[in-house]
Nanobody
């Protein structure tokens, strides 16, 4: 069993900051890419930022220069520092991780994507 638990969402005024955290727990062998996605009402889920196990990052254009993704591999945790928030950043933010595990029976290695439950970020104008 693997769980991703997000925290840090909330209500903030435009121009403010929030820091999201996501902790992965369970029977984990290794974690490859980790990332943050968001979904606004009536919109499709979109990638916000992603980070590889060795620290390479990529961002959606709309958050470049404002958001920073980071991770602590010793804690199986990924962060999203969000600065200069705008009303259009309002969405439910989801953590995603590509995790390597061993099968319970047979012990073979496999990788699978996992998602957190989501945390609401609301930016008021």
């Amino acid at each position: 069993q693997v769980q991703l638990v997000e925290s840090g969402g909330g209500l903030v005024q435009a121009g403010g900051s929030l820091r999201l955290s996501c902790v992965a727990s369970g029977s984990i062998v290794n974690i490859n890419d980790m990332g943050w996605y968001r979904q606004a009402p009536g919109a499709q889920r979109e990638l916000v930022a992603r980070i590889t196990s060795d620290g390479r990052r990529n961002y959606v254009d709309s958050v470049k220069g404002r958001f920073t993704i980071s991770r602590d591999n010793t804690k199986n945790t990924v962060y999203l520092q969000m600065n200069s928030l705008r009303p259009e950043d309002t969405a439910v933010y989801y953590c995603n991780a590509n995790i390597g595990r061993y099968r319970r029976y047979g012990g073979s290695y496999y990788v699978e994507d996992y998602w957190g439950q989501g945390t609401q970020v609301t930016v008021s104008s």
